[in-house]
């Protein structure tokens, strides 16, 4: 489903996982992955990226709407408790974004604090509106957090689906890449901030998202699946 790979002072954590959507195991297993990577004492970046056309289409809704069901607004809380995880881990992260990034996807990668994306194929979306799923205010706040005001509005209103050179115009990615090049560009970002002190990077990000990470930790539910 995913591993951990090592390169110089950069942890690259792999998505195996086909289109990586999020479910219970999908996300237990990223925790935990990122448990270890935290627990490294060395300085140290995080990488995360996908696999072939996929960084992550989102959440499994077949598995919400089936063996999941029972535990919806949990599962989504713990969801969003993953964004405030990311975006406020005590080390740069940076998303690979090697294929398409849709609905849960998109926002999982907004939590990191850089985004370089593949410029030959995929697209960064949020298609709530036409699949008539409301956001969540967590979801809502990682989104609206991390992207210049203009094209959060388009984003949310729009379900447009951003190639890569409108996501760089947009302010939703900082590079592109071709897709020969997206890891090893990621990588290199990383490797530049790798030394960063953790305390200080988390209390700065911490700080820096207050009023974002209220949000994200509160888990109150908003709309159910079939509204």
């Known amino acids: 489903m995913l591993d951990i790979e090592r390169n110089g002072d950069v942890q690259i954590l792999h998505l195996r996982n086909g289109e990586n959507r999020f479910n219970r195991s999908s ?6 992955a990122l448990d270890e990577i935290e627990s490294a004492d060395d300085p140290t970046a995080l990488v995360v990226t996908g696999e072939g056309k996929f960084f992550s289409n989102g ?7 089936g063996d999941g069901a029972g535990e919806v607004d949990t599962f989504l809380a713990d969801f969003e408790g993953l964004f405030a995880r990311v975006l406020t881990f005590p080390m740069i992260t940076v998303g690979a974004l090697n294929g398409h990034v849709f609905a849960g996807g998109a926002m999982f990668s907004m939590a990191m604090d850089f985004r370089v994306m593949r410029s030959d194929r995929g697209f960064w979306c949020l298609p709530e509106v036409d699949l008539g799923m409301p956001l ?6 990682i989104v609206k957090g991390r992207l210049p005001k203009a094209t959060f509005h388009q984003a949310i209103v729009t379900g447009k689906r951003f190639n890569a050179e409108e996501a760089l115009a947009g302010g939703i990615v900082d590079s592109t890449a071709t897709e020969a090049d997206v890891l090893p560009k990621a990588i290199e970002l ?3 901030y790798a030394g960063k002190n953790r305390a200080s990077l988390r209390a700065l990000k911490e700080e820096g998202y207050k009023n974002e990470l209220v949000i994200l930790r509160a888990g109150a539910p908003h709309a159910t699946l079939t509204d």
């Open 27 to 32: 996300l237990d297993a990223i925790n935990g």
């Open 59 to 65: 959440l499994d809704l077949d598995w919400l709407t």
């Open 136 to 141: 969540r205010p967590g979801m809502n706040a």
């Open 190 to 192: 990383a490797q530049t």
